[in-house]
Nanobody
């Protein structure tokens, strides 16, 4: 399973970005997927996850500003980020739980999001 993330970049505070994470390889069934982030000098933290049935778990710090969604048919995960703040600056990584044909947990390459004040 390979994950390809895109959509990061530099944006001013108040702006928007949309992250994508596309999976490829031998994937039959996917469980929960999500986005995590790690700011310099801090531990990685959960941003949002979405289950196969589209139940969403979202960090309080981004609730109401970020929207996670998934396209099961195309094995793609999205994160729409609005009203960005400087404290959202971090490396964002996607995580996939693959259920079949072989169970596994996969991390995508990080994508840098920088929000200037």
């Amino acid at each position: 399973v390979q994950l390809q993330a895109s959509g990061g970049g530099l944006v001013q505070a108040g702006g928007s970005l949309r992250l994508s994470c596309a999976a490829s390889g031998r994937i039959f069934r996917v469980g929960a997927v999500g986005w995590y982030r790690q700011a310099p000098g801090k531990q990685r933290e959960l941003v949002a996850t979405i289950s196969r049935s589209r139940t969403i778990n979202c960090a309080d710090s981004v609730n109401g500003r970020f929207t996670i969604s998934r396209d099961n048919a195309n094995d793609t995960l999205y994160l729409q980020m609005n009203s960005l703040k400087p404290e959202d600056t971090a490396v964002y990584s996607c995580n996939w739980e693959v259920l079949s044909p072989y169970r596994g947990n996969y991390w995508g390459p990080g994508t840098q999001v920088t929000v200037s004040s």
